[in-house]
């Protein structure tokens, strides 16, 4: 079956400018997780989420970062005024309940 | 606050060598444990994990590891490893009373020789 999906692939942005990045979790499961990779790093967790709750947001760095799942299917993780700190790779993942995580590609996003 | 070491951020061997990979993480609770790995090109995918039971999992492509609750270690084995085991493992930590963060360590990269 289709696996979680995740776009933009890549993603440059300018400095001080507003992106969305997308996650098309696998169809049905409850749990919704965010991570943000810097290079050379594993995942930090960012936000999580059980249907269209957010549960637990405090991985979020700063209050440029907001992420929402309205219908509790596809969310939606919004980074507003980049930094070029925020240069990572951004990883969704979705599970059925709270254990085996089944990760997307990532967006890799680049500030320039 | 919680916290995962993996001990090698390099390792290099070659094919039939035996592979242990370090784990231990910071958190005295209780707590569910899990190696990822991420092949080139790939998504990270679930290796193996562990919430009770036996403390000796056994996950797909022949990989191991043991729960070791007083060392607050999860390391992960295979007694001889395969070209194709390139890539980069990850240990990851749940605790339960933790919300539902899951923390990574850093990652290992393996890369084994033909």
């Known amino acids: 079956g289709a696996g979680v999906s995740q776009s933009p692939r890549y993603k440059v942005a300018k400095r001080g400018q507003d992106v969305a990045l997308r996650c098309d979790p696998i169809?049905?499961?409850?749990?919704l997780f965010w991570y943000q990779q810097a290079l050379g790093q594993g995942p930090e967790f960012l936000t999580y989420f059980q249907n269209e709750a957010q549960l637990d947001k405090s991985g979020l760095p700063s209050d440029r970062f907001f992420a929402e799942r309205p219908e509790g299917s596809v969310s939606t993780l919004k980074i507003q005024r980049t930094q070029q700190e925020d240069s990572a790779v951004y990883l969704c993942?979705?599970?059925?309940?709270?254990?085996?995580?089944?990760f997307g590609p990532g967006t890799r996003l680049l500030v320039l | 606050a919680q916290s995962v070491s993996q001990h090698n951020h390099h390792v290099i061997l070659s094919e039939a060598a035996s592979l242990e990979l370090g784990c231990n993480y910071s958190?005295?609770?209780?707590?569910?444990l899990f190696w990822y790995v991420q092949y080139p090109g790939q998504h990270l995918q679930l290796l193996l994990k562990y919430f009770s039971g036996d403390p000796l999992v056994k996950g797909i492509k022949g990989f191991e590891a043991e729960f070791i609750k007083s060392k607050f270690s999860f390391n992960l084995r295979k007694p001889s490893v395969q070209w194709s085991d390139t890539a980069e493992y990850f240990c990851?930590?749940?605790?339960?009373?933790?919300?539902?963060?899951?923390?990574f360590g850093a990652g290992t990269r393996l890369f084994v020789k033909a």
């Open positions: 990851a930590v749940n605790a339960l009373t933790g919300g539902f963060k899951t923390i």
């Open positions: 993942a979705s599970s059925p309940r709270q254990e085996t995580q089944y």
């Open positions: 958190y005295g609770g209780t707590v569910n």
């Open positions: 169809s049905g499961h409850v749990s």
